[in-house]
């Protein structure tokens, strides 16, 4: 937590000021210099960055002390950049870890597409059906009537047709401009606002949310999706039609951690008296805990909210 934390701080002086670039490696920096001090020999499979050209803790870099504990990372330092630059809500500073050799790397598949609900829903939606069959599937196992379905699709112009097809029939449908970690917590969080999360978004995003999906047993599938012509001539004879299961993504026990940046779902950091405060969704073992932490230069206290 302390990763995203200090990131969270370091993005700060950026938010509102149009360069998202410069927020992510400030984030970036500042997550670097923290999992230095990690207890343990940690991995990152999967970074951020690297489909915007942008900074990233890059994939196969080694942090920690150099313990005998090994585990992996998946990380975004700043997810929606875009929104931490406007001062808009939504933007986190995010990671995820799990058993070392436990999460799936995707190499040079920077685009996935993305199938996440709840537990309930397992056994009754597909990632292979049409979206009309996975909301009608989604409200009968939560017990709804198709129009109290709420679902979440990223506002991009690949997906139009998507949603298009799912208000025809009958669903809400909310487009966030970016940010499908956070639409997928709506989905997962015990009391989330939404139903299902679909559609296209980047394979961080979807290691991580898988990592928080089997944290809280939630449902996730995922098939790659290459978006660019150089990401689909590095993919040229992988199956693209493979269904992606939670288990080949996150084989092991993980937990995903977010502090809020600019907030909304997770609140932004404030100075209080000299205190840096932060606000944190720790998602693990089942439960998702809110921390908020009171920091200075040289200490740090910490107050569990809960939340289930």
């Not at 012509?229 to 995903?256: C, I, N, S, W």
């Amino acid at each position: 937590m302390a990763a995203t934390r200090e990131a969270a701080i370091a993005c700060q002086d950026f938010v509102g000021k149009g360069d998202g670039k410069a927020a992510d490696g400030a984030a970036t920096n500042a997550m670097r210099s923290e999992l230095a001090s990690a207890p343990g020999t940690g991995r990152v499979i999967i970074g951020e960055g690297e489909k915007d050209e942008a900074p990233m803790l890059f994939n196969g870099e080694c942090v920690g002390d150099g313990g005998p504990l090994e585990f992996d990372i998946a990380v975004d330092p700043l997810e929606c950049t875009s929104l931490c630059a406007a001062g808009m809500p939504g933007a986190l500073t995010t990671i995820a870890m799990a058993e070392g050799g436990s999460l799936w790397e995707p190499g040079p598949a920077f685009y996935m597409d993305k199938l996440v609900a709840r537990a309930e829903a397992r056994g009754a939606i597909d990632i292979n059906n049409t979206p009309e069959q996975n909301v009608e599937h989604v409200a009968e196992a939560l017990g709804k009537a198709v129009g109290d379905v709420r679902v979440v699709v990223l506002d991009k112009p690949r997906h139009e047709e998507l949603i298009d097809r799912l208000r025809a029939a009958g669903a809400h449908v909310s487009t966030p401009p970016d940010g499908d970690v956070g639409g997928a917590l709506q989905v997962l969080l015990p009391h989330g606002e939404a139903d299902l999360l679909m559609g296209i978004g980047g394979t961080p995003e979807g290691v991580m949310t898988a990592c928080a999906a089997k944290a809280l047993g939630g449902f996730m599938q995922g098939k790659l999706a290459p978006q660019k012509d150089d990401e689909k001539k590095a993919l040229e004879g992988t199956d693209l039609d493979r269904v992606l299961e939670l288990e080949d993504m996150v084989d092991g026990e993980a937990f995903f951690v977010a502090t809020g940046v600019t907030g909304g779902l997770v609140a932004a950091p404030y100075m209080d008296d000299g205190w840096n405060v932060t606000e944190s969704m720790v998602v693990a073992a089942g439960s998702v805990k809110r921390v908020i932490a009171h920091t200075t230069a040289s200490d740090t206290t910490a107050t569990d909210g809960g939340e289930g």
